[in-house]
């Protein structure tokens, strides 16, 4: 199994430009979601699905998108990137929606200019 | 909004040791687990914790869940090169709704050979 599978590994982007990290799981998730990594902080929350068709914003969602129109894929949209955007991002999954179980991709380092 | 503190934030050690980290909040938890980081990878479960006071191991790893339900603490005996990594703690406040996860800021180990 590859379990969830984040791409781009690395991206530069122009402020003001938009993009999409994506995110597949293949372990039949119902929950997936979100999160920001920056130096000294925790991993903040950022965007979550409890099953297709459903999102729920986080603790940090402005200048973030996403839809879940499969279980497998969540993929995250910046419409207008900033360089308060730079920083790594990480997809998580669990197949259970309420315990805090998460398998987390490898990551999406992203800076924005 | 909600923090966990995490500590310490960092620690030097000489292998063969044992560690011990935790995490402190001001509000009660129904749930605190515990993630391992390597470079340049995403987050490990380590162990999870559901009940005040339970204590649970996962090879020279053990958790507990404290009393008070403000606290979790991380022990890992006689450490080795391969701890080498960042240790965050979660807390959920409520079953039943991942958006209230929270990380901590995480403690940076290190282990000299």
């Known amino acids: 199994n590859a379990g969830v599978t984040q791409t781009p590994k690395f991206q530069v982007l122009k402020t003001g430009q938009s993009m999409t990290l994506q995110c597949a799981q293949d372990m039949n998730h119902e929950y997936m979601s979100w999160y920001r990594q920056d130096p000294g902080m925790g991993l903040r929350l950022i965007h979550y699905s409890v099953g297709a068709g459903i999102t729920d914003q986080g603790e940090v969602p402005n200048g973030y998108n996403v839809s879940r129109s499969t279980t497998e894929d969540f993929p995250l949209r910046l419409l207008s990137a900033a360089p308060s955007q730079t920083s790594v991002y990480f997809c998580?999954?669990?197949?259970?929606?309420?315990?805090?179980?998460?398998?987390f991709g490898e990551g999406s380092r992203l800076t924005v200019l | 909004g909600q923090q966990l503190n995490q500590s310490p934030q960092s620690m030097f050690i000489q292998e063969g040791e044992d560690v011990s980290m935790n995490c402190t909040s001001s509000s009660i938890f129904n749930t605190w687990l515990w993630y391992k980081q390597e470079p340049g990878e995403g987050p490990v479960l380590l162990i999870a914790?559901?009940?005040?006071?339970e204590l649970t191991s996962n090879g020279r790893l053990t958790a507990q869940f404290g009393i008070t339900r403000k606290d979790s603490f991380l022990n890992i005996s006689a450490s080795i090169p391969s701890d080498v990594g960042i240790y965050f703690c979660a807390g959920r406040k409520v079953r039943g709704s991942q958006g209230n996860l929270i990380f901590g800021k995480g403690t940076k180990l290190s282990v000299k050979p």
């Open positions: 914790l559901y009940k005040a006071g």
């Open positions: 998580a999954s669990s197949y259970w929606t309420d315990t805090g179980e998460l398998f």
